[in-house]
C-alpha cells in the first residue's frame, strides 16, 4: 500500500479500499483447477470479513503455539496478506498437569470444558477442570513467561507482524533482537516521541521508545507518567468497545469481566472527578 508523502489521514473507508485491492492483486502459485477454485472462495470469504476489521475480529487462540489459531474465516485475511498473527498465552510445558488439563483445546473449548467438569461426577475429571480453571485465571493477562520466550524466538528480525492480547490487535516488529508494539492509544496523539513500546515482560513493564527505537522520555499531561495516561485511556477504550460488542452480539466471559471492570473504574473516576454535595440541614 502506497500512500502520498504528505497525507496525514487516511479513513477508514480508504484503508478498506486499499486492503480490498492487495488482496485482489494476489494469485496463488499453484495454478490448478482445485487450488484456484479454493483461493476464489478465500477472496470471497476474505472480502466479506474486511468491513469488520475497523471493529474487531473473531479470533480463538490455542494454547499450544505463537501462531496457533482456529482457523475461522477471519485469519484468511492474514494469510492472504502473508501477514503472521501472533498470541502469547501459552501453557508451560514444564508443567504437566496444565498441558494434561488444556491440551490443544481452544480458548471457547477450554471454557466449555471447565464448565462440563465441574459438573461430573468423576472426581479426576472435577480436578482436571479446577487446573484449567486454574491456568486461565493465574494467566489472565494473556502473555506467560513461555510464550513470551517462543514469541521473541519465532518472530522475525524486521518482521512486522501482528500480535494479539486481551481482545486488542497490535502492530509487533522485532529489532536487534526485542519486541515492540506500536503504539496507537489516543493519549499519545500529540507525543511524536512516542512510537514503539517494547515487549519485554509479562508483568507490563515496558518502554516507550522513538521512531528510531531510541528510548523516549516523554512528559505526561499533567504531570502524568505516559503509563498511567496510557492505562486509563485504554480502559475508555476498553469500554466503549465492550459497549459497541454488547449491543451487536454475545459477549465472552473474559470480555465481560473488562466491561465489568471498566465499568467499574469509569465509575469510581466519575465519583472522584462528581462528589456528592452535601444535604442541607
Keep these: 500500500v502506497k500512500l ?6 487516511i479513513t477508514a473507508e480508504e484503508l478498506m479500499a486499499h486492503l480490498g485491492n492487495c488482496i485482489l492483486a494476489t494469485q496463488p502459485r499453484d495454478t490448478s483447477e482445485g487450488l484456484q477454485l479454493n483461493f476464489q472462495q478465500n477472496i470471497s470469504d476474505t472480502m466479506t ?3 469488520k476489521l475497523s471493529t474487531g475480529l473473531d479470533v480463538n487462540v490455542r494454547f499450544t503455539g505463537v501462531s496457533d489459531f482456529e482457523y475461522t474465516p477471519e485469519c484468511i485475511v492474514f494469510d492472504l496478506l502473508n501477514i503472521p498473527l501472533y498470541h502469547g498465552w501459552l501453557v508451560d510445558p514444564q508443567s504437566p498437569e496444565q498441558v494434561q488439563a488444556v491440551g490443544k483445546l481452544s480458548y471457547n473449548q477450554l471454557v466449555e470444558k471447565i464448565i462440563t467438569c465441574k459438573q461430573a461426577s468423576d472426581s479426576s475429571l472435577v480436578s482436571e477442570g479446577l487446573v484449567a480453571e486454574q491456568f486461565l485465571e493465574s494467566t489472565a493477562s494473556q502473555l506467560t513467561f513461555h510464550g513470551l520466550c517462543e514469541l521473541t524466538a519465532r518472530a522475525r528480525e524486521g518482521e512486522l507482524g501482528v500480535f494479539f492480547r486481551n481482545n486488542h490487535f497490535s502492530t509487533m516488529i522485532k529489532h536487534k533482537g526485542h519486541l515492540y508494539l506500536l503504539v496507537t492509544d489516543q493519549g499519545f496523539l500529540r507525543e511524536e516521541r512516542v512510537v514503539w513500546e517494547s515487549l519485554h515482560s509479562v ?5 516507550f521508545c522513538d521512531t528510531d527505537f531510541h528510548l523516549s522520555h516523554a512528559p505526561g499531561k499533567d504531570g502524568a507518567p505516559p503509563d498511567q495516561r496510557l492505562q486509563q485511556s485504554q480502559v475508555d477504550q476498553d469500554f466503549m468497545v465492550a459497549m459497541s460488542l454488547h449491543q451487536g452480539q454475545t459477549l465472552l466471559p473474559s470480555v465481560l469481566s473488562d466491561l465489568e471492570l471498566a465499568r467499574q473504574l469509569q465509575h469510581e473516576e466519575y465519583q472522584q472527578h462528581h462528589p456528592h454535595p452535601h444535604p442541607h440541614p
Aim: overall charge negative; aromatic content about 0%; charged content about 30%.
Design 203 to 207: 508483568d507490563g513493564d515496558s518502554c
Design 49 to 51: 470479513v474486511l468491513p
Design 4 to 9: 502520498p508523502p504528505q497525507k496525514e489521514l
